[in-house]
């Protein structure tokens, strides 16, 4: 059984930033690629940034592009989530996911953690 847990999450005013992280157990991490995921209330869930396996693909939602920063790693099998600039329409829950592939598709990844929410004052 794989286990993800977000930790990070919080309040901040637009234009600071916030670092996310993901711990994974119960499998070694090296062994999948990591999404992250936002969803606000109402709204769909939205691929915000992904990694692959050995770090050597990564992929950003263009929302996203230039402002927050996705990394891993797998020695501590750990990942994270830069998150700078930030603005009101970032305010969500954060997930973390792994998967078989770096995907911009949530139904890819195989496991979920619980969520960190992150709310960003106008």
């Known amino acids: 059984q794989v286990q993800l847990v977000e930790s990070g999450g919080g309040l901040v005013q637009a234009g600071g930033s916030l670092r996310l992280f993901c711990s994974v157990s119960?499998?070694?991490?090296?062994?999948?690629?990591m999404g992250w995921f936002r969803q606000a209330p109402g709204k769909e869930r939205e691929f915000v940034a992904g990694?692959?396996?050995?770090?050597?693909?990564?992929n950003y939602a263009e929302s996203v592009k230039g402002r927050f920063t996705i990394s891993r790693d797998n020695a501590k099998n750990t990942g994270a989530l830069q998150m700078n600039s930030l603005k009101a329409e970032d305010t969500a829950v954060y997930y973390c996911?792994?998967?078989?592939?770096?995907?911009?598709?949530?139904?890819?990844?195989?496991?979920w953690g619980q969520g960190t929410q992150v709310t960003v004052s106008a």
């Open positions: 996911a792994v998967g078989s592939v770096l995907s911009l598709y949530s139904r890819v990844y195989t496991y």
């Open positions: 119960g499998r070694p991490f090296s062994g999948y690629a």
């Open positions: 990694i692959s396996r050995t770090g050597g693909s990564i």
